[in-house]
T-cell receptor, first 114, second 113 residues
């Protein structure tokens, strides 16, 4: 079916506000990942969900960042009290399983914190 | 943590030329992946490598998994304008309980007609 989708595609917010970013993975994919890409940089791992296992949150930069995945499908990344340094493109990816060949990325959400 | 060094950072070439970029790691990976990212899009998987020494082609693209398992290269032959974009290498450890990919910083490719 369709690829990984993310919404919104662009989000502009004021410093201090909370934001929620959504990811719809490919149907049937059990693994879901969030990455952050700052301008001119590579992809920085944030968090990883695999089935019903406890998520790997080791990449989250601060306790202002959290993510959940409901029903093993849709995931939401929440950033509380946004800061200007949070401005980046947030990319979601999914794969059939942790061992599967490659991760499929969504188009990303460009977050701008004013 | 594991570091991936990707070079060159940028390349400016003429249409028809061949391109080579590489990636090295401070740690061993058992999977190497190469992605391409177009502006405003997420990365798209180009080639996946699973065995040391493996050489894999995908059209005009050829990638190799280094014998030491700490490096990989990507070649693009006879470049065309649509090859423009950012190319990322990524390493994955299938034996790890973690699922993340470790990415290089990317190679920005510009192709002049």
């Amino acid at each position: 079916g369709a690829g990984v989708s993310q919404s919104p595609s662009n989000k502009v917010t004021e410093k201090g506000k909370d934001v929620e970013l959504r990811c719809d993975p490919i149907s049937g994919h059990t693994a879901l990942y969030w990455y952050r890409q700052s301008l001119g940089q590579g992809l920085e791992f944030l968090i990883y969900f695999q089935g019903n296992s406890a998520p790997d949150k080791s990449g989250l930069p601060s306790d202002r960042f959290s993510a959940e995945r409901t029903g093993g499908s849709v995931s939401t990344l929440t950033i509380q009290r946004t800061q200007q340094e949070d401005s980046a493109v947030y990319l979601c990816a999914s794969s059939l399983s942790r061992e599967s060949r490659g991760q499929f990325f969504g188009p990303g959400t460009r977050l701008t914190v004013l | 943590g594991q570091q991936l060094n990707q070079s060159p950072q940028s390349m400016f070439i003429q249409e028809g030329e061949d391109v080579s970029m590489n990636c090295t790691s401070s740690s061993i990976f058992n999977t190497w992946l190469w992605y391409k990212q177009d502006p405003g899009e997420g990365p798209v998987l180009l080639i996946a490598l699973y065995k040391a020494g493996e050489l894999t082609s995908n059209g005009r693209l050829t990638a190799q998994f280094g014998i030491t398992r700490k490096d990989s290269f990507l070649n693009i032959s006879a470049s065309i304008p649509s090859d423009v974009g950012i190319y990322f290498c990524a390493g994955f450890d299938r034996g790890s309980t973690l699922g993340r990919l470790y990415f290089g910083r990317g190679t920005q490719l510009t192709v002049w007609p």
